[in-house]
């Protein structure tokens, strides 16, 4: 089994990749994953889950959201979703903190981000992948209860408090960038 990193090449054996269980022991239970994988899977996410062919994105979500969205630039669409969703909920994507998609949804929306240390090993089938990630990950919290569940996890990580994500200035050339130097 490859990992998760070269999950778009034609060598890949799958393109769904579990949350490792771990992550979604230290973080309790969730009302609801809208992006689950198929049944039967090894380990729940969540009370309820949405998969395949239901449109995850497009149905109506509530409760406490778990969100292990497909990477990529789709991710952007369901943490949209997820910053607006009245029950709050928590995301796992890759921390690419300079994508104008990180940027967008969680520097400007989120009440807080636990970025994990080292790199994750994600699951295929209930097994672990023999490789990496290949990208860093972080938990993303949106809502106060969420952010108090990332502050609180048994993982190691750094947790950065958004309180006031709304006062996020976004920097949008590199003159800009160079202004704030």
């Known amino acids: 089994m490859t990992g998760m990193g ?14 490792p269980p771990g992550i979604i022991d230290a973080l309790g239970t969730f009302d609801l994953d809208p992006c689950a994988a198929p049944s039967p899977r090894p380990w729940p996410t969540a009370d309820r889950h949405l998969e395949l062919p239901t449109d995850g994105l497009a149905a109506d979500w509530e409760g406490r ?23 709050g909920g928590i995301a796992l994507i890759f921390a690419r903190t300079e994508t104008s ?7 400007g929306k989120a009440a807080g981000v636990l970025f994990l240390h080292g790199r994750l090993h994600f ?59």
Not at 6 to 19: C, N, V
Not at 67 to 87: F, I, R
Not at 101 to 107: A, H, K, L, P
Not at 129 to 154: E, F, H, I, K, T
């Open 101 to 107: 998609g990180f940027v967008r949804e969680v520097w």
């Open 6 to 19: 070269s999950h778009q090449s034609a060598a890949a054996e799958t393109t769904t990749w579990l949350t």
């Open 123 to 181: 699951h295929a089938d209930g097994r672990r992948a023999a490789a990496n990630s290949g990208a860093p990950s972080c938990l993303v919290a949106y809502g106060s209860w969420a952010a108090d569940r990332l502050r609180g996890a048994d993982l190691e990580g750094t947790f950065v408090s958004l309180d006031n994500p709304q006062t996020c200035t976004t920097v949008d050339t590199l003159e800009g960038a160079a202004a704030w130097a």
């Open 65 to 87: 959201v778990w969100c292990n969205p497909p990477y990529g630039a789709q991710t952007w669409a369901w943490l949209s979703k997820l910053a607006t969703h009245p029950g």
